[in-house]
């Protein structure tokens, strides 16, 4: 009754959901790649960007119960969604690092990753081809978490460009 009433698909909507999650990381990463990251702001954005990611992964799950998607369909979103899970957690690590050369090293590369990170966004939003990741930088050992973002984000960049739905 309710595919009658409500003829929407979730087909039409993971790729909103999704964009939307890759905003709310975007925004986490403005909260903490700043001098004095503050504390609400980040718990702030953090919060919306974990319900930003269950409400994609809800409409996954209701993707793959409405009509199915082929299997590597499905492991472009999974991949997509770990991802930005991952990031997230790199982002969270490093805004307690907050005053070391982690930290540092986050605030002088955001601008980079944050423009990645939005062209992904937008890609999956308008089933776009992103750009390429830029390429991490070789560093010394404490800021090679910053550069590993990187390479989470090419990683997420592939995925989109494997995800057709």
Same mark, same amino acid.
């Given at each position: ?54 409400? #994609? +992964?809800?409409?996954?799950? *209701?993707?793959?119960? =409405?009509?199915?998607?082929?299997? %590597?369909?499905? $492991?472009? !979103? ?46 999956? #939003? +308008?089933?776009?081809?992103? *750009?390429?990741?830029? =390429?991490?930088?070789?560093?010394? %050992?404490?800021? $090679?978490? !910053? ?19």
């Amino acid at each position: 009754g309710s595919r009658l009433l409500f003829p929407s698909s979730e087909r039409d909507q993971i790729r909103p959901l999704l964009a939307d999650a890759l905003s709310k990381v975007s925004s986490l990463l403005s909260a903490i790649a700043v001098e004095q990251p503050i504390l609400e702001q980040v718990r702030a954005s953090r919060r919306a960007l974990g319900l930003s990611l269950l409400n #994609a +992964e809800a409409s996954y799950q *209701r993707l793959i119960t =409405e009509t199915g998607i082929p299997p %590597e369909q499905s $492991e472009a !979103v999974l991949t997509m969604l770990l991802y930005a899970h991952r990031f997230t957690s790199g982002l969270i690590a490093i805004a307690f690092a907050r005053g070391t050369d982690l930290h540092a090293r986050l605030m002088q590369r955001a601008e980079p990753l944050q423009h990645a990170l939005l062209d992904i966004r937008d890609a999956v #939003a +308008e089933r776009g081809t992103p *750009r390429p990741v830029p =390429e991490p930088e070789p560093t010394h %050992e404490v800021a $090679e978490r !910053v550069e590993l973002l990187f390479e989470q984000l090419a990683i997420v960049r592939d995925a989109c460009l494997r995800f057709r739905v």
